[in-house]
């Protein structure tokens, strides 16, 4: 049963599956891809929520914690629907850096 309808970056995905008790094949596949601990990703996820409260929406939050872009290009590719400027792409980018 669907609980509640938020999207989650895989670090979040691995803590549900560990609490529901049904832990896989998927903890290890997502593993394969994530780069982040559950904290982290939730401190980055809450400092990018600081940085551009409105603009930005929650699943492109969850995009940014998942890829965690380098470059200015990366960035925009995730953007597809929302124009930033060179100081919001700074601002952004400089908050994933602190978190590789």
Known sequence: MIKNNQPLSMAEVIEYVKK????????????????????????????????????????????????????PEELNKIFVDVSLDDDETKKILETIKKFK
């Open 20 to 71: 529901d008790g049904s832990e896989t094949d998927l903890v290890g596949f997502i593993k394969k891809f994530n780069e982040l601990k559950v904290k982290e990703a939730k401190e980055l996820k809450e400092e990018i929520e600081k940085l551009m409260e409105i603009k930005i929406k929650p699943e492109d939050i969850t995009k940014l914690i998942d890829l965690l872009p380098e470059t």
